[in-house]
């Protein structure tokens, strides 16, 4: 999936391991946000229910999306960039 985001040649012995790391980084920080991104909607039910509300905050669409897509773009272009 990496080797063909700005290398021309892919994954070599060189560059496998600078690969394999910034990859782990990329998905902890990707499985991070999206226990935070749960644990806060969970949390947001919970309260919604108990106070008698059905919607949660207009805000929360866009600020998950960026919560999530943020570090995936950030580590693609980290990966381009060597």
């Excluded at 080797?3 to 998905?27: D, H």
């Excluded at 108990?50 to 693609?76: E, Q």
């Amino acid at each position: 999936m990496f080797y063909s985001i700005g290398q021309k040649n892919g994954i070599t012995e060189n560059n496998a391991f600078y690969q394999y790391s910034i990859a782990k980084n990329m998905f902890r920080l990707i499985n991070l946000a999206i226990a935070i991104t749960f644990s806060y909607l969970s949390s947001k039910s919970v309260n919604n229910a108990l106070n008698g509300k059905t919607d949660l905050d207009a805000w929360m669409t866009p600020v998950i999306l960026v919560v999530i897509f943020a570090p995936l773009a950030y580590y693609l272009f980290k990966l381009a960039k060597k």
